[in-house]
Structure formats: C-alpha cells, structure tokens
C-alpha cells in the first residue's frame, strides 16, 4: 500500500509563496504520474498541476505562471511551488500517485490565502 504524506500547507498573505510537498512510501519514480489537486468544500476535486515519469507537466489554466510542479526522485518527493498566491487559492490540497489504473490520494494539506 503506497502512502502520501503532504506537507506544507499554512496562511500566508496574497501575494506570498508556499511549498508543498509530498513524499511516497516508495519510489515514485515507479508511478506514471504524481499530481496535486485541490477541493472547495462542495465542490468536486480539480487538477493543479501533474507531473508524468518522464518530466512532461501540465497545468490547470488558474495557475499557469504561478504554480510549479517539479519532483524528486532520490527523495521520493513531490513539490508544488505556489507563488502570487490569490484568495480564491484557499482549499486542501491533495497529492496523487497514479500506477496503471490506481489512484492514491494523500490526506491532504490546507491553504489559506488572505487578502
């Protein structure tokens, strides 16, 4: 059983930066992809950013030129930088490790931008 633990999450002011990160139990550079996403309350969980095993990353539109995704195989980490963070930014974010066709899903992290 995989387990993603996140970290990172916190209040920060608009405008500021958070790292998160998310480290695998096992090597992630056995996962086809790592993903962040992120969930309002009642709303359904949205991509921010994936990473696929061979570098290739892709964006949600809300946070293209702000956010990046980048990852650490030796350290069996993912990150996200968030930078020029916004209110609207403000949800949990979820880590995600796809091997073949299972998802795995970290507990995710809370972020809180004020304005």
């Known amino acids: 059983q995989v387990q993603l633990v996140e970290s990172g999450g916190g209040l920060v002011q608009a405008g500021g930066s958070l790292r998160l990160s998310c480290e695998a139990s096992?090597?992630?550079?056995?996962?086809?992809?790592m993903a962040w996403y992120r969930q309002a309350p009642g709303n359904r969980r949205e991509l921010v950013a994936r990473?696929?095993?061979?570098?290739?990353?892709n964006y949600a539109d809300s946070v293209k030129g702000r956010f990046t995704i980048s990852r650490d195989n030796a350290k069996n980490t993912v990150y996200l930088q968030m930078n020029s963070l916004k209110p609207e930014d403000t949800v949990v974010y979820y880590c995600n490790a796809q091997y073949g066709p299972v998802y795995y899903w970290g507990q995710g992290t809370q972020v809180t931008v004020s304005s």
């Open positions: 096992g090597s992630i550079s056995s996962f086809n992809a």
């Open positions: 990473i696929t095993n061979s570098g290739y990353t």
